[in-house]
């Protein structure tokens, strides 16, 4: 057989492709476990009502949305877990799908949750859109959007 340069070269260059793309690929999810990481450390937190946790987990231009239409800056929505003026008893998050780009991700998923506000239980199930934004290698939640769900 014979091989022309060309065909060398792309020979060669084939298993390097391949290299690079699983090597980009396990980059990217070992940022999508991260992410999963930090959305499951700010669940914790809220639930723990830990402000200087929550502190490190939000951006300082955080925009957090309630289904209600409520939009919270960084400081109001640490006012309102930390004053427990609303205390969650248990929040889960059903059907998490994560996706980076970049420095950005996208986290969406199913919030339940039962807490009270006021001192009366209420109870929560709605959709929710994150976006993390990667500063100084650490994810912190920019903004956060929940809708209600049909």
């Known amino acids: 057989m014979n091989f022309t340069r060309r065909a060398m070269a792309y020979v060669a260059a084939v298993p390097a492709a391949a290299f690079l793309s699983a090597?980009?690929?396990?980059?990217?999810?070992?940022?999508?476990?991260?992410?999963?990481?930090?959305?499951?450390?700010?669940?914790?937190?809220?639930?723990?009502?830990?402000?200087?946790?929550?502190?490190?987990?939000?951006?300082?231009?955080?925009?957090?949305?309630?289904?209600?239409?409520?939009?919270?800056?960084?400081?109001?929505?640490?006012?309102?877990?930390?004053?427990k003026k609303t205390t969650y008893k248990s929040i889960n998050l059903l059907e998490p799908t994560v996706s980076v780009v970049g420095n950005n991700a996208i986290a969406r998923h199913i919030f339940t949750a039962e807490f009270e506000t006021d001192g009366k239980p209420a109870t929560a199930r709605v959709g929710v859109l994150q976006v993390w934004l990667k500063q100084n290698d650490q994810w912190k939640l920019l903004a956060r959007q929940a809708f209600r769900l049909s």
């Open 23 to 83: 090597r980009e690929a396990a980059a990217q999810s070992g940022e999508d476990t991260a992410v999963n990481q930090a959305v499951e450390a700010m669940r914790k937190a809220m639930v723990d009502a830990d402000r200087a946790r929550l502190e490190t987990l939000v951006a300082d231009q955080l925009s957090y949305g309630h289904s209600a239409g409520v939009v919270e800056t960084k400081q109001q929505f640490l006012d309102v877990i930390a004053s």
